[in-house]
């Protein structure tokens, strides 16, 4: 009797410390089923609002996947990219006035909490407007981790520490060891630039490179002179913007690397991943092989969409995207 007591006391013992070593390690862990009792509905509510955007405005889809990169690479995937107020990461010199999609990111948040309020992240969020960005825009698709929480604060000086978000003046090198910091390789890096195969860019990012650059097509480079002269610095036409990739740039596609090989990537940081160096047979592979550029990029979102998200009891479920509870 004594025994059996005991034992089963031991048993109770063991399964409780076993559940607790559960719970502290699935809190750590994202999955894709994290919403499949909580939320089903996500996943229709984000898709249907990021559609009407990007039918709107093809471009919409790239301000959305970058805002996804330049959340995750300030203190992890945490919707902190989104918040307003003093220390907004959205006017850091990376961001400001450059950064965008945050009133189709509200109009996604007050869709998801009319039909879960409280349950779905801010940070989730922009993970799956990223995703469906790049799918609505041609491009491959994924089962999206999930499972994060939002910070409650904004991190303007992260954003502000020069190679955190890299610079469109970035070599080669300093573009490898940021990623590198995050804890993604440089075939990370290769593949997560091809997101370069949408969107646009400002005259004030690349008007060095037009000017100065030797290893770009001089028909290209001219092309984009009328648009960004010479003496816009700290003009208005510093806002003047390109499209990254000068094809196809409504198309999620490989073309991004294709130009590279033809010395018309439109930043200087661009045309660094095929420039003489150690990632121009990457950047040669992808121009040939769109279904490899596809699984590497979405093997590097996946990672990318892991750099330290606040799960468990850490952060918030914010109700308002742009601001703390
Ligand atoms: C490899 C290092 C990278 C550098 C140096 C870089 C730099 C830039 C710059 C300078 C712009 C234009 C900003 C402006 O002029 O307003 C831009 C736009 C963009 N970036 Fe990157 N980027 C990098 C990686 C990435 C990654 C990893 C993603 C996403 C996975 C991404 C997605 C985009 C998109 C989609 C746009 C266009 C946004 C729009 O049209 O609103 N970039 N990037
Ligand atoms: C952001 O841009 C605005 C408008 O150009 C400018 O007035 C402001 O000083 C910038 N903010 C920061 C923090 O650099």
């Not at 690479?73 to 907004?88: I, M, P």
């Not at 892991?306 to 109700?319: A, Q, V, Y």
Request: overall charge positive.
């Amino acid at each position: 009797m004594a025994t059996s007591s005991s034992s089963s006391t031991t048993t109770f013992a063991l399964a409780l410390f076993t559940t607790i070593l559960l719970i502290g390690s699935s809190s750590a862990q994202l999955s894709e089923n994290f919403y499949a009792n909580k939320c089903p509905k996500v996943f229709y509510a984000v898709k249907s609002v990021v559609q009407s955007a990007v039918a709107k405005e093809p471009r919409m889809g790239g301000s959305l996947l970058r805002l996804f990169f330049h959340d995750c690479f300030v203190h992890g995937c945490d919707g902190s990219v989104l918040l307003d107020g003093a220390s907004s990461e959205k006017i850091a010199p990376p961001n400001n006035n450059s950064l965008r999609g945050f009133e189709v990111i509200d109009a996604i948040k007050s869709k998801v909490e009319a039909v879960c309020p409280g349950v779905v992240s801010c940070a989730d969020i922009v993970a799956i407007a990223a995703r469906d960005s790049v799918v609505i825009l041609g491009g491959p698709s994924w089962k999206v981790k999930l499972g994060r929480r939002d910070s409650k604060t904004g991190f303007f000086q992260v954003a502000s520490t020069q190679g955190v978000l890299p610079s469109p003046a970035s070599s080669l090198n300093n573009l490898i060891s940021s990623f590198q910091a995050q804890g993604l390789s440089a075939k990370d890096m290769v593949a997560l630039s091809g997101a370069h195969t949408i969107g646009k860019a400002r005259c004030s990012s690349y008007g060095n490179r037009i000017y100065n650059d030797k290893n770009i097509d001089s028909i290209f480079a001219k092309a984009r002179e009328k648009n960004c002269p010479r003496t816009s610095k700290g003009t208005p036409k510093d806002n003047n913007v390109a499209n990254l990739d000068f094809k196809t740039p409504n198309h999620f596609d490989n073309s991004y690397y294709k130009n590279l090989i033809n010395k018309k990537g439109l930043l200087h940081s661009d045309q660094e991943l095929y420039n003489g160096g150690s990632t121009d047979s990457l950047v040669t592979t992808y121009s040939n092989n769109q279904k490899a550029f596809e699984s590497d990029f979405v093997a590097a979102m996946i990672k990318m969409g892991n750099i330290k998200p606040l799960t468990g009891s850490n952060g918030e479920i914010r109700r308002h995207c742009r601001r703390p509870n």
